[in-house]
């Protein structure tokens, strides 16, 4: 068991997960809309440091979820019913929307190629199909839901989880956890080392993405889980340490080995440490909606010249961004979550509080 001493009803995860699915839609609008204003506010951000620090989030709340179950199966379920349903559903939505603005006759847009859509991403396997026949054909990025590739990430992390408990129950946790980090930080290592020989930047910086590489995120979290308690007494000197660290990167200081975990320490601090901002579950997990659905419709926006006004196009996106979230969540992910879940019992005590 680990030693993690925090609120688990009253901690910012729930806003940090809102607000990095926020950053990830801003930097994709400003480069699937190609709008000069709008890739100059994109490029302020990082959907990178965002998708790492979500990788973070779910190392060090997944591991508690897991310890939290009587077997691996009411593990495995939990997590199949969290993600499954608004995944499925926005790979379907997107396969049979996409006739109406593709310009293909219906015998050609539901070919092969449809057929390919769907089962290679309701696999996860977006990479083998990622278009549709006529759809976004003349937009920068032609990819219905360039998003989702990190979604096969965490089904890999999940299957991980309880191979990775078996190992921490018999041996020195921090010995576990550091030597899957470093194992993890070397296979990155390796792909950027083949990037750099070959040049074949697309291949290799797709492999650095999968697994092996991005696992260093994920035992991050998991290492400040199961350490809470000595993160926690020193907490702030941990935090300056890393921020200083980080501002140093920025002058050439070579931290790569210990960023995720730096990176970790920050994310993790803002999440448990810093003063409670509030209730934000009790409007359930709207982060997860933006985040798999943002992409086709920023496409769509596109496609209808939206942000020709950058105002209204912007506005109007935000809008019907948290309204998609809204009714993804209430409509479909929320319906196969125990009573017991997180957002359930934190939407039962704002309601109570009423």
Same mark, same amino acid.
């Given at each position: 068991?680990?030693?993690?001493?925090? +609120?688990? *009803?009253? %901690?910012?995860?729930?806003?940090? *997960?809102?607000?990095?699915?926020?950053?990830?839609?801003?930097?994709?609008?400003?480069?699937?809309? $190609?709008?000069?204003?709008?890739?100059?506010? +994109?490029?302020?951000?990082? /959907? @990178?440091?965002?998708?790492?620090?979500?990788?973070?989030? /779910?190392?060090?709340?997944?591991?508690?979820?897991? !310890?939290?179950?009587?077997?691996?199966? !009411?593990?495995?379920?939990?997590?199949?019913?969290?993600?499954?349903?608004?995944?499925?559903?926005?790979?379907?939505?997107?396969?049979?929307?996409?006739?109406?603005? +593709? &310009?293909?006759?219906?015998?050609?847009? #539901?070919?092969?190629?449809?057929?390919?859509?769907? #089962?290679?991403?309701?696999?996860?396997?977006?990479?083998?199909?990622?278009?549709?026949?006529?759809?976004?054909?003349?937009?920068?990025?032609?990819?219905?839901?360039?998003?989702?590739?990190?979604?096969?990430? &965490?089904?890999?992390?999940?299957?991980?989880?309880?191979?990775?408990?078996?190992?921490?129950?018999?041996?020195?946790?921090?010995?576990?956890?550091?030597?899957?980090?470093?194992?993890?930080?070397?296979?990155?290592?390796?792909?950027?080392?083949?990037?750099?020989?070959?040049?074949?930047?697309?291949?290799?910086?797709?492999?650095?993405? $999968?697994?092996?590489?991005?696992?260093?995120?994920?035992?991050?979290?998991?290492?400040?889980?199961?350490?809470? /308690? #000595?993160?926690?007494?020193?907490?702030?000197?941990?935090?300056?340490?890393?921020?200083?660290?980080?501002?140093?990167?920025?002058?050439?200081? %070579?931290?790569?080995?210990?960023?995720?975990?730096?990176?970790?320490?920050?994310?993790?601090?803002?999440?448990?440490?810093?003063?409670?901002?509030? %209730?934000?579950?009790?409007?359930?997990?709207?982060?997860?909606?933006?985040?798999?659905?943002?992409?086709?419709?920023?496409?769509?926006?596109?496609?209808?010249?939206? #942000?020709? %006004?950058?105002?209204?196009?912007?506005?109007?996106?935000?809008?019907?961004?948290?309204?998609?979230?809204?009714? /993804?969540?209430?409509?479909?992910?929320?319906?196969?979550?125990?009573?017991?879940?997180?957002? *359930?019992?934190? @939407?039962? &005590?704002?309601?109570?509080?009423?």
């Amino acid at each position: 068991m680990s030693g993690a001493i925090f +609120s688990k *009803r009253e %901690n910012n995860f729930d806003l940090l *997960r809102l607000s990095l699915a926020i950053i990830v839609a801003i930097v994709h609008l400003g480069y699937l809309s $190609q709008n000069p204003l709008l890739l100059n506010v +994109s490029q302020l951000l990082s /959907s @990178e440091i965002a998708v790492e620090s979500f990788f973070v989030v /779910s190392g060090f709340l997944i591991f508690m979820s897991y !310890e939290s179950c009587s077997s691996i199966r !009411e593990y495995a379920l939990k997590r199949v019913k969290r993600i499954a349903p608004g995944y499925v559903t926005v790979i379907i939505v997107c396969a049979f929307a996409g006739y109406f603005i +593709s &310009e293909r006759e219906a015998v050609e847009y #539901f070919g092969l190629d449809f057929v390919k859509f769907l #089962f290679f991403n309701l696999l996860t396997l977006n990479f083998v199909a990622p278009t549709l026949p006529g759809v976004f054909d003349q937009n920068a990025w032609q990819a219905v839901n360039g998003a989702l590739w990190t979604i096969k990430i &965490e089904w890999m992390f999940y299957a991980a989880v309880p191979l990775i408990a078996m190992m921490l129950a018999r041996f020195n946790k921090i010995a576990v956890l550091g030597g899957i980090y470093l194992l993890s930080f070397a296979c990155s290592s390796v792909m950027f080392w083949y990037l750099e020989q070959s040049g074949n930047t697309d291949l290799f910086l797709q492999l650095q993405k $999968q697994l092996p590489g991005q696992l260093v995120y994920f035992v991050s979290g998991a290492l400040l889980y199961y350490n809470y /308690s #000595f993160f926690k007494k020193y907490a702030n000197w941990l935090l300056l340490l890393s921020v200083l660290l980080l501002i140093a990167e920025r002058f050439g200081l %070579n931290i790569t080995i210990v960023y995720p975990l730096l990176l970790s320490i920050c994310i993790i601090y803002a999440a448990t440490i810093l003063p409670y901002l509030g %209730n934000f579950g009790k409007f359930g997990d709207l982060s997860f909606g933006i985040y798999i659905w943002h992409f086709p419709i920023i496409q769509s926006f596109v496609v209808w010249n939206l #942000f020709e %006004n950058v105002a209204a196009g912007v506005l109007s996106l935000m809008v019907t961004l948290f309204a998609v979230a809204f009714l /993804s969540w209430h409509l479909v992910e929320k319906r196969f979550l125990n009573p017991s879940s997180h957002y *359930r019992v934190a @939407e039962e &005590e704002s309601k109570s509080s009423i």
